[in-house]
């Protein structure tokens, strides 16, 4: 098992004084709504979930991502023959939020 450094390690969780605020990242997932045709995502949507790590945002990502696609025939203007058509995709990205700990 590899060791982390010392220096790392402070890095991350050391003070660098009693008044100093340490400051933490959220991740909160946010949807896009893609034309392949013209590389264009006109619409972004926050999917008002939020994570404490990048990894479990974009492992739910996919999931969502996937879902709200399958999603789109439920609705009267996102029929199959649009989706392919347009070449609609759903992206995805997970946008690094700073939390701020007093």
């Not at 098992?1 to 340490?22: D, I, Q, Y």
């Not at 404490?52 to 991502?65: E, K, L, M, P, R």
Request: hydrophobic share 35%; charged share 15%; with cysteine.
């Amino acid at each position: 098992m590899l060791e982390k450094p010392k220096t790392l390690c402070m890095a991350f969780f050391g003070r660098s004084s009693p008044n100093s605020r340490f400051v933490l990242m959220k991740y909160i997932l946010v949807l896009y709504m893609c034309s392949m045709i013209n590389n264009q995502c006109p619409s972004s949507t926050i999917s008002g979930w939020q994570f404490n790590t990048h990894y479990d945002c974009v492992n739910a990502g996919y999931g969502v991502a996937q879902q709200t696609f399958q999603n789109l025939n439920e609705l009267e203007q996102w029929d199959k023959q649009y989706i392919n058509q347009n070449k609609m995709v759903i992206k995805f990205e997970c946008k690094a939020v700073k939390v701020t700990n007093t």
